[in-house]
Nanobody, 119 residues
């Protein structure tokens, strides 16, 4: 059974930090590119960060570049999103996503974790 389970979300003040984690199971993690997406109320889901495997190359949305860092640990079947200098605009449900390196025909989603940035 394939599972992607996010954790680490919560309430944080502007300028604060959070680290999101995604634990994967049920598939060969190292053969999948991993991404974090987010969706705010009334808005479309958007790509936040991406990390490939085995290269480990990363890509970020312009809105988070320099503030967020995506990383992965293939030995632990886990992907992380370190979020610093958080802004109110970062408030959203954050989703972990896995796409097989052969293409987008095989993809999995986590259940999401809420991040709220507010004073």
């Amino acid at each position: 059974q394939v599972q992607l389970v996010e954790s680490g979300g919560g309430l944080v003040q502007p300028g604060g930090s959070l680290r999101l984690s995604c634990a994967a199971s049920g598939f060969i993690f190292s053969t999948y590119a991993m991404s974090w997406y987010r969706q705010a109320p009334g808005k479309e889901r958007e790509l936040v960060a991406h990390i490939a495997s085995p290269s480990g190359s990363t890509n970020y949305a312009d809105s988070v570049k320099g503030r967020f860092t995506i990383s992965r640990d293939n030995a632990k079947n886990a992907v992380y999103l370190q979020m610093n200098s958080l802004k109110a605009e970062d408030t959203a449900v954050y989703y972990c996503n896995a796409v097989h390196r052969s293409g987008a025909l095989y993809t999995y989603w986590g259940q999401g974790t809420q991040v709220t940035v507010s004073s």
